[in-house]
Every structure is written in structure tokens, then in C-alpha cells.
T-cell receptor, first 113, second 116 residues
Framework: AQTVTQSQPEMSVQEAETVTLSCTYD???????LFWYKQPPSRQMILVIR??????QNATENRFSVNFQKAAKSFSLKISDSQLGDTAMYFC??????????FGKGTMLLVSP | NAGVTQTPKFRVLKTGQSMTLLCAQDMNHEYMYWYRQDPGMGLRLIHYSVGEGTTAKGEVPDGYNVSRLKKQNFLLGLESAAPSQTSVYFCASREAGTDPSGNTIYFGEGSWLTVV
């Protein structure tokens, strides 16, 4: 069974600064996908970024980028130029083949002025 | 385009009562899921379905039943609600295909259930 671990329950950052959220996972699969989801206070689940394991290049979406280290089974999310609207719970998630989506326990990010 | 719709959005139940949460998707997706979210626990899979007429247990299935009689609907039932089932419930769906793991998963807006 796959597991996803987020070791930082809470993090804080000041507006305009950069913050990195950590995620590690465990799997025996070779081909899989990793995701970061954002959940603001509205509880809506918003896909932030997606990484395919067989792609060497780290995924980037505007101010969001990942550091994907396949051998270390690490998938961290970097948020640059943090904004107040980035305040949310962030979930790391994993899926492969026909399996379901497995989530980490989440990291609550607070962006302060 | 409605996407994934959950009803009801909010419900308060008394211990022992029964209820059904309805998830409807209009994207013709094969796969549908029910998750529950509790503080500090992330989202945990209750049951899922890979097609009409099929269901399977997830990580935390006890106390719940599901049905997928129509492709667009996935029902989650609580036969005898318990306070431990107080949670936020999310439905999700995605396409199948040869590698479904790469397909985007669409979530509903959540259903808040309180059992007193």
C-alpha cells in the first residue's frame, strides 16, 4: 500500500516570501503521479500542481513549483512570492495505475502581511 | 457545467438515524469516490466505484454502504449514524482510460455531517 507523509502540520510565511512544504511517499510502483491540492477555508479542493513520475523535469505552475526527487521519494512544493490568498491547507497526494488517490494529512499554511 | 454535485451540503443527525448522501457527476466519468475529512487526518477513502454496478471498500468503510446504480450517481449511506461519523464528506470522480491515474480528479464541494 502506498503512504504519503507530510511532516509539517503547520507553517507560516510572510507575504512576498518563499516557503517550501515537504512531502514524502512510499511505493513500489515505478510509474505514478503526485499532486498538491490546496484547500482554502471554503473547503473546496483545488489542484495546484501535478507531477508525472517518469518525467525528470520538475513541474511548474506560475508561482508554484515542485522539487521531485524520485530516488528519495520526495515531492516538495515551493510557493514563491507568497500571497495572502495562499493561506490554506495543502495536501500532497499520490496515485498510480488504477489505484485510488492517497492523501497526506495536510500542512496548514498561514501567510501573514 | 455542474461537475460534481453533492447533496445535502449540511445535515445534523441524531445517533441511530439513517441518511443518504448523493453524489452526481455530469462528465460521464467511470470512477467515483467517497472520502471523509477529519482534523489532522487528511482525506481518507471510504468506498469507491470503477463503473456502474460496481463498488469497493476503501480505507475506512465500516458503518457505510454505497451504491452505483446509475453511472452518474454514487450514493453513500449511513444506516445507523454514530457521533464518530461526524465529518466532512467529499465525493470525487475521474475518467478511466488506459492510465486513469493521470486523469484529473474532480471534487464536489463537500457535505458537512454532524451526528449528535
Amino acid at each position: 500500500a502506498q503512504t504519503v507523509t507530510q511532516s509539517q502540520p503547520e507553517m507560516s510565511v510572510q507575504e512576498a516570501e518563499t516557503v517550501t512544504l515537504s512531502c514524502t511517499y512510499d511505493t513500489s510502483e515505478n510509474n505514478y503521479y503526485l499532486f498538491w491540492y490546496k484547500q482554502p477555508p471554503s473547503r473546496q479542493m483545488i489542484l495546484v500542481i501535478r507531477q508525472e513520475a517518469y518525467k525528470q523535469q520538475n513541474a511548474t505552475e506560475n508561482r508554484f513549483s515542485v522539487n521531485f526527487q524520485k530516488a528519495a521519494k520526495s515531492f516538495s512544493l515551493k510557493i514563491s512570492d507568497s500571497q495572502l490568498g495562499d493561506t490554506a491547507m495543502y495536501f500532497c497526494a499520490f496515485t498510480s495505475g488504477y489505484s485510488t488517490l492517497t492523501f497526506g494529512k495536510g500542512t496548514m499554511l498561514l501567510v501573514s502581511p | 457545467n455542474a461537475g460534481v454535485t453533492q447533496t445535502p451540503k449540511f445535515r445534523v443527525l441524531k445517533t441511530g438515524q439513517s441518511m443518504t448522501l448523493l453524489c452526481a457527476q455530469d462528465m460521464n466519468h467511470e470512477y467515483m469516490y467517497w472520502y471523509r475529512q477529519d482534523p489532522g487526518m487528511g482525506l481518507r477513502l471510504i468506498h469507491y466505484s470503477v463503473g456502474e454496478g460496481t463498488t469497493a471498500k476503501g480505507e475506512v468503510p465500516d458503518g457505510y454502504n454505497v451504491s452505483r446504480l446509475k453511472k452518474q450517481n454514487f450514493l453513500l449511506g449511513l444506516e445507523s449514524a454514530a457521533p464518530s461519523q461526524t465529518s466532512v464528506y467529499f465525493c470525487a470522480s475521474r475518467e478511466a482510460g488506459t492510465d486513469p491515474s493521470g486523469n484529473t480528479i474532480y471534487f464536489g464541494e463537500g457535505s458537512w455531517l454532524t451526528v449528535v
